[in-house]
């Protein structure tokens, strides 16, 4: 068995880079703590694979050209390049063609030239180690814009690497590829437990052909099997569930680090939490709300879409304003729901603010001084968001479900440990129940002081679940 192996990890996004959503923070942070884990195991080689979107912008001097090649389309070769650049000792490469330039947005609203442009870059992915003569031994792909370089890197390579896919939002399966594949030279899946629309799509395809399956929570993992949860694909998750698995994600703790944080007014952390109501003050005064130390602050920061449970949040604000709290939201995408968040905020002036965008300044600020992160997702592949809350001794208020379940101790099991509270049912009403409790146990400080001080005290650094993943690949390896 040979004393290191190497992995190629692909993502459509990376930060810092270019980020739009947690695939980015998540493409951002693991390779580089898999490659920093001291596990006393043999080396690994990552190296990360991502376009070369026009949005990113690298100095001159910190890009390589490695090389020019050719991927075969319709009758015809595309020509691609690739560069590469090394972050925090981290080498990573930078996919460039025509298709992948003129993209204005990581995610195009194009349907059809972001269909063409993720199954370009697939093929290229697969391409890349006998382009750079580089032996790969795992190929991860995540979600389904890098899913078909699974298939790609099988039907294309001598001698195979093993191969894991990991999916961060299973509703997004690549539709926009219909019909393209025989462009990039590509058969549909011959695997007769996927449903018959499912053998053309790039991540039920890239699901059956995968050595290993993975979601970003365990209880996602087991979701996706569930009729309420498998999108139509659970008889075939069922069917496939020895190689399906659930690695809970992480958080980049020097990104997210309340003590060292130049984003905050006030910096603070477990020994000197009395600095943190600073935060609080800064953001009543900078929107126009009352100045009360003891009036508990809800935030939201989220995109806004109903997956994320938007929706409740206004209606159970609603059923309780005749309870004490101010609110502040912050978050865009549907154009309902911020239409809706901004007629909330009419009806409720001094009580309610909205920020329909994305600020990253502004997340830090409400992570460190909202009391109350509210996450009613119908339902959450992992969610960082409550993660960083509970770092930012901000408690999190969440739905059971996926990731949120398992990184919530919630107030209602054990109230001595509890880091957070959920709720079940996806209604406003269930969460407004768990809210007015919330609200009540603010009153209690004791009470809700050990539920920030056990929150904080919380380990989601990736170490832990970046030796997951080690230990995942070493599997895999030693089956080569």
Known sequence: MPEAYSVLFTASEADPFIKVGGLGDVAGSLPKAILNLETGTRAIDIRLVIPYYTGIKLPENRVQHLADFSVPYKREMLPVQVFSTVLDGLTVYLVSSEWIKASAKVYDLDLEHSARKYLLFSKATAMLPEVLDWKVDILHANDWHTALSIPFIQAFSRKPPKTVLSIHNLPFMGSETRGMLQDFHLHP????????????????????????????????????????????????????????????????????????????????????????????????????????????????????????????????????????????????????????????????PGRVHVENRYDCALSHQLYAGGDILLMPSRYEPCGLAQMIGMRYGCIPLARATGGLKDSILSYEVDPLAATGFLFNDATSEALSLALKDALDIYGQKDAWLRIQENGMKADFSWDKSALQYVNLYERLVKSL
Not at 287 to 303: Q, W
């Open 189 to 348: 899946s011959t695997d007769t437990r996927l449903p018959d629309w499912g053998r053309e799509l790039p991540l039920p395809m890239a699901s059956s052909a995968a050595d290993q399956v993975l979601t970003v929570s365990p209880t996602y993992a087991r979701e996706i099997m569930t009729p309420q949860f498998g999108c139509d694909l659970d008889p075939f998750f069922l069917s496939i569930q020895d190689k399906v698995a659930g690695i809970l994600n992480g958080i980049d703790l020097k990104v997210w680090n309340p003590a060292a944080d130049d984003l905050l007014p006030s910096v603070f952390d477990l020994q000197n939490r009395q600095q943190r109501i600073k935060n609080k003050q800064y953001l009543q005064e900078k929107f126009n709300l009352d100045r009360n130390d003891d009036l508990p602050l809800l935030v939201v920061v989220s995109r806004f879409d109903r997956q994320k449970g938007i929706d409740l949040v206004f209606e159970s604000l609603k059923q309780l304003s005749w309870k004490p709290w101010q609110a502040i939201l912050l978050g865009s995408g549907d154009p309902a729901l911020e239409t809706s968040s901004q007629a909330l905020a009419r009806a409720m």
